[in-house]
T-cell receptor, first 114, second 117 residues
């Protein structure tokens, strides 16, 4: 079945550590996105990529980094510079032509700082 | 800057009641797209509908209907004869179109809908 796979589902990070969240899609989508969701809030865009080897900052990119070496993969690294990383992280993908299109979402990774 | 407001944080209804979720948006663009997504307890967002700013026709899909009014910058979502399985968080979202494709979205805060048996 086509879809988006995020791993792990739950992740615990110690203070000062970098952690990487995985996102893989087999939908043949060009564009991929990372969103952050905090309790009682909507999703906020961290980074997005419309094509391999290119990505752009979203609204809250500070303390995060990404790479896009393959079309199918868009990992997100939460660095120690992110002061409040505890949140629910959602990865999404979509086609990147023909105007804004529906995005398909993964099931998310819940990151907790311990 | 874009903004989406969902003033209803939580709504609780009894099964078979109709319920309307409100969405008000702000944008300076004349061309834009509006979306509704459903987030069940499992966490992933499920796409429900996309409308562009030039299409103000109301849409009905089964028990779901959407009312888009540019004059009031609103894109409200109604569930008719609600069911327990409709319980979820519902998000309204906005995407500007000029110069960009894909799905870079500005989300509202979401409305938690609980349908009680």
């Amino acid at each position: 079945d086509g879809g988006i796979t995020q791993s792990p589902k739950y992740l615990f990070r110690k203070e000062g550590q970098n952690v990487t969240l995985s996102c893989e899609q087999n939908l043949n989508h060009d564009a991929m996105y990372w969103y952050r969701q905090d309790p009682g809030q909507g999703l906020r865009l961290i980074y997005y990529s419309q094509i391999v080897n290119d990505f752009q900052k979203g609204d809250i990119a500070e303390g995060y980094s990404v790479s896009r070496e393959k079309k199918e993969s868009f990992p997100l690294t939460v660095t120690s510079a992110q002061k409040n990383p505890t949140a629910f992280y959602l990865c999404a993908s979509s086609y990147s032509t023909g105007g804004p299109t529906e995005a398909f979402f993964g099931q998310g990774t819940r990151l907790t700082v311990v | 800057a874009q903004k989406v407001t969902q003033a209803q944080t939580e709504i609780s209804v009894v099964e078979k009641e109709d319920v309307t979720l409100d969405c008000v948006y702000e944008t300076r663009d004349t061309t834009y797209y509006l979306f509704w997504y459903k987030q069940p307890p499992s966490g992933e967002l499920v796409f429900l509908i996309r409308r562009n700013s030039f299409d103000e026709q109301n849409e009905i899909s089964g028990r779901y209907s959407w009312n888009f009014q540019k004059s009031t910058s609103s894109f409200n979502f109604t569930i008719t004869a609600s069911q327990v399985v409709d319980s979820a968080v519902y998000f309204c979202a906005l995407s500007e179109a000029p110069g960009y494709s894909g799905s870079r979205l500005t989300f509202g805060e979401g409305t938690q809908l609980t349908v009680n048996p």
